[in-house]
Each structure stands twice: as structure tokens, then as C-alpha cells.
């Protein structure tokens, strides 16, 4: 969904705002997305770059703090929304054990992915693949998202400090109730036009579109895709490249 002709700006509210792991408010031209997080013990440790020109603040700069720089660095900034005027976007983080946790918060857990050799964001085994009913979307199948269950972030460690913020950013995208947008199988192998720079396509700039859709998804508590298309030649394709691909990395 892209919004054209939207007269009225989303009106987001939470009838359980301690149940709601991330929180978005809007006051005057100012937008603030406040993120309650936990970490496992991978994601506290220090980050551990193995590539010469990445430079690590400090030898005590964690996993999660590079997430968290990850996620402001491309979130953080002044948007154009058409039609309602220019806005900026602050991004608060309140970890697990932080005094400013509210008492009884829920929060969202970031931890080391396992076996996969990607990051993804997943549902919890109660959530899993009955989303697919209600969304018609593949993509809900691992992610039944609402604002009440944003899913966990499953981390993968890059060698590159730049290549873990980026990823960082974009999970953060299915966090705050977004879909992707590149031609992976689960989209059918469709790239939705005109996305080549996005944040959720290939870990670009988080585009104005992309705000709307995160407030649009907090207004109505659910999940905003973007287009999609099947073609059999496309699909049969895009699995013929997967499965050769598979092969050549064994």
C-alpha cells in the first residue's frame, strides 16, 4: 500500500500500553518510536569486528549497542510525508533492566540467530503460520505480527560493523509492522516497483512510504506488505536460481 490520496494523517493509540513492546507517538511535527528491548548474552557482548577498516567506538561497545546505532542512524531523520508537512523521527531505546523500564513492560527480545545463515524477525511457536490465514500472505506464516507481538529478532554476526547496522535497520522495519520489499521466494520472487533504495528492499534509505506504512500499521494492528505479483515463469525462475544456488554453496 502506498497511501496516495491519504487525507488524514494515522491516529495511533494502545488500549494496553504496557502490553505494546514498541510505542509510537506523534506530537506536532515530531514522531517518537520507543523500542522496550531485552538482549541475550551474545548481543551484551563486545562486537567483534574482523574487517581493518571498521572502526568500533570503544573496546566495551556491544552487539546491542550497534544494533541500536544501526537503527537510529537510518530511522533517525527529518521525512516528507505528502500532504501533511515535514516530520522528524526519534528512536528511544529502554532495555531490560533499565530504571526507566515502565514496572510490568513488555519487551521485544534481539538475540544471535542459529542455524540460518540470514537475520529474520519470527513469531513465537504459538503465533507461527496461522498468520498466513489471516494475512494471505506468505510472508505471515513466520511473522504473525501485531503491535502486541512484533516477533523476535534473530541477529546473524557479520564481520562487518556497517553490514550488522544496515541489517539492524531493516529488521527493525518488521519490528515496527512492515514487509519486504525485494523479490525473495516468499514474495515470489516479485521486487515491488519502484523500492530499489529502500530501507526494506536492499537495506537503503528508509523512505517516506515506509514511514507511512509503520504508522499505518500501529493504527490499525496490522502487518503493512508491499505489492505483490505471481507470475509461474517468475516463480518456476526464481526456484530454479535458488535451488542451483543451494547446491554451489555445499
Not at 577498516?53 to 531523520?77: H, I, L, N, P, Q
Not at 523500492?195 to 499505518?216: D, F, I, Q
Request: proline residues 5%.
Amino acid at each position: 500500500m502506498f497511501y496516495k490520496g491519504v487525507k488524514k494523517l494515522p491516529s495511533i493509540e494502545y488500549r494496553s500500553p504496557l502490553k505494546a513492546p514498541v510505542r509510537i507517538k506523534i506530537f506536532g511535527d515530531d514522531i517518537l518510536i520507543t523500542a522496550h528491548v531485552r538482549y541475550d548474552s551474545f548481543m551484551k557482548s563486545n562486537f567483534k569486528t574482523r574487517k581493518s577498516d571498521d572502526k568500533v567506538k570503544e573496546e566495551s561497545f556491544t552487539y546491542a549497542d550497534m544494533f541500536e546505532e544501526g537503527v537510529r542512524k537510518a530511522w533517525e531523520k527529518d521525512y516528507l510525508l505528502e500532504g501533511f508537512g515535514q516530520f522528524h523521527v526519534k528512536v528511544r531505546f529502554i532495555r531490560e533492566g533499565d530504571p526507566d523500564l515502565p514496572e510490568g513492560q513488555k519487551t521485544f527480545k534481539v538475540k544471535k540467530a542459529g542455524i540460518s545463515n540470514t537475520s529474520f524477525v519470527s513469531s513465537s511457536f504459538p503465533r507461527l503460520f496461522w498468520g498466513l490465514f489471516m494475512y494471505l500472505s506468505p510472508e505471515s506464516a513466520m511473522l504473525n505480527w501485531s503491535k502486541y507481538h512484533p516477533g523476535t529478532v534473530n541477529m546473524k554476526d557479520y564481520a562487518r560493523a556497517g553490514s550488522f547496522r544496515r541489517v539492524s535497520a531493516h529488521e527493525f522495519g518488521h519490528i515496527l509492522g512492515i514487509g519486504d520489499a525485494y523479490g525473495a521466494h516468499y514474495r515470489f520472487f516479485y521486487e515491488a516497483p519502484d523500492t530499489e533504495t529502500y530501507m526494506m528492499n536492499r537495506n537503503g534509505s528508509v523512505a517516506p512510504t515506509e514511514l507511512m506504512m509503520v504508522l499505518r500499521a500501529h493504527e490499525t494492528c496490522r502487518m503493512q506488505y508491499f505489492p505483490i505479483k505471481i507470475s509461474p515463469k517468475r516463480v518456476l525462475k526464481g526456484w530454479k536460481s535458488m535451488i542451483s544456488g543451494m547446491f554451489k554453496n555445499r
